[in-house]
């Protein structure tokens, strides 16, 4: 054996000494600290996540939260993807009362979580909100444990106990930020049916916009284009040119013609328009322009389909 190898200097030991009585103190501060919150906040931990960058875990740390166990009910409302209501502002008795809990998780593990184990009496789903925290900033619904918590405060008027929570990150107090239409919205409602009903009015209004946006952006590209009519014009007399001559059998040589705003024609060119698949087999140019309209439209309007599915698939689960 090495030559002093289990030995513990005395720098070593003077330095142990005060580490555990930190440890200690550290414990003490962290009662201390969960006793003196106005409010009470429990989450299950199924370690999914990188400690480093979950909320819930950070709360743990500055003793904001108590940890919950497998089997352990929460008497407050649980912020759950498996809630059957929406957090709503008639929920203020119970948060007041009893607290906030939340699932510690991957979103992409949600099918591991024993739902039937844990939660409570009240189950809720979180309405439409978006993240601000680094990882799905701007995304709606996924929100992370923090987050969620000040959500469920925030609608059930709580605010300044979100305010609490959000700012031990740095970038917590955005959430209140971007989501401030939203949650006055929510606020105003009374229970879960409204909130549901005032979400709906919320995507609907925002569908309406984005399409209308997509309108007035149409209405530009026609306006470069300059003259149509005179472009249509055009494209009569060169099809009746060629009536009658061989007819070019390579679709993917396509004619462009561009026009300044007088209607003028200013250029004149083939383009290569080949396109290929992902496994670079050659794609036969069809030329139809609806077909492509709505193929553009249908990538467009993904994004929108998939926040629908995730209401639905919230609502369901
Ligand atoms: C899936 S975990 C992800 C946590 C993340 N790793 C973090 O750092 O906090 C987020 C939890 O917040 C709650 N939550 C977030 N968005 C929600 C929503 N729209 N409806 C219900 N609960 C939600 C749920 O308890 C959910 O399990």
Redesign the pocket.
């Known amino acids: 054996m090495g030559k002093g190898k289990n030995k513990v200097s005395t720098e070593e030991r003077s330095s142990h000494k005060p580490k555990s009585h930190s440890k200690h103190r550290h414990q003490e501060t962290r009662q201390h600290v969960i006793s003196d919150l106005p409010f009470k906040l429990g ?1 299950w931990d199924f370690d ?3 400690p480093k ?6 709360l743990e740390r500055l003793g904001l939260i108590k940890n919950l166990r497998i089997g352990q009910k929460f008497q407050g409302v ?6 059957k209501g ?2 709503c502002p008639n929920d203020l008795s119970i948060v007041e009362q009893n607290g906030a ?7 992409a593990r ?1 099918d591991e ?1 024993p739902f039937k184990k844990i939660g409570g009496r009240y189950e ?6 978006f ?1 601000a ?1 680094p ?1 799905n900033y701007g995304r ?10 000040a ?1 469920c405060f925030a609608i059930v008027g709580k605010t300044e106990w979100a305010e609490m929570i959000l700012e031990k990150f740095s970038w917590g107090l955005t959430f209140l930020d971007v989501n401030k239409e939203l949650l006055e919205i929510y606020q105003s409602c009374t229970d879960s049916e409204s909130i549901e009903k005032a979400q709906s009015r919320y995507i609907e209004e925002v569908e309406k916009e984005r399409a209308e946006r997509k309108e007035m952006a149409q209405g530009q590209d026609l306006w470069m284009l300059g003259n149509v009519n005179r472009k249509n014009l055009d494209t009569d007399e060169e099809e009746s040119e060629e009536d009658g001559e061989e007819e070019h059998d390579d679709d993917s040589i396509k004619k462009v013609v561009k026009y300044d705003n007088l209607g003028n024609i200013i250029e004149e060119e083939a383009e290569e328009v080949n396109r290929y698949d992902k496994l670079g087999n050659l794609i036969e140019n069809t030329d139809n322009e609806e077909e492509e309209e709505e193929e553009e439209e249908a990538e467009e309007d993904s994004s929108l389909d998939a926040v629908r599915e ?1 209401v639905n698939s ?1 609502k369901v689960s």
């Open positions: 989450m999914h996540c990188d960058r979950c909320s819930g875990k950070k649980v912020v759950s993807p498996n809630g929406f957090v809990a939340v699932v510690e998780c991957s979103w949600l979580i809720r789903l979180l309405p439409y909100l993240a925290n990882v709606p619904w996924r929100l992370n444990c923090v987050e969620a918590l959500a995730q919230l």
